[in-house]
């Protein structure tokens, strides 16, 4: 019913930006709180960043706050997460995905996600 697609990942420097984009299919996109998570190799998927359907409440995982930015435009179907001050610990894959039911900070409370998009920062 929905589909995610994420892309603007990419190789950047330490202290460089990345801006991930999340595109939406379907006709329930619009009521869904949005969520990015990020994983790495042999560890748990981490909660990143939410915002509210509406786009009226953001929420973040301490570790980005004041670098990461998380948006979303409903009538382009799309949830961005501007990354600033990418730092190597950032390396991970990221996913956007869309809320179900249940605390947006943990990956049971989302039905839908993306495939991912590799992010590398390197030192």
């Known amino acids: 019913q929905v589909q995610l697609v994420e892309s603007g990942g990419g190789l950047v420097q330490a202290g460089g930006s990345l801006r991930l984009s999340c595109a939406a299919s379907?006709?329930?996109?619009?009521?869904?709180?949005m969520g990015w998570f990020r994983q790495v190799p042999g560890k748990e998927r981490e909660f990143v960043a939410a915002?509210?359907?509406?786009?009226?409440?953001?929420y973040y995982v301490d570790s980005v706050k004041g670098r990461f930015t998380i948006s979303r435009d409903n009538a382009k179907n799309t949830v961005y997460l501007q990354m600033n001050s990418l730092q190597p610990e950032d390396t991970a894959i990221y996913y956007c995905?869309?809320?179900?039911?249940?605390?947006?900070?943990?990956?049971?409370?989302?039905?839908?996600w993306g495939q991912g998009t590799q992010v590398t920062v390197s030192s």
């Open positions: 379907g006709r329930t996109f619009s009521g869904h709180h």
């Open positions: 995905a869309a809320r179900g039911s249940g605390s947006i900070y943990y990956t049971g409370a989302y039905n839908y």
């Open positions: 915002i509210t359907w509406s786009g009226g409440v953001t």
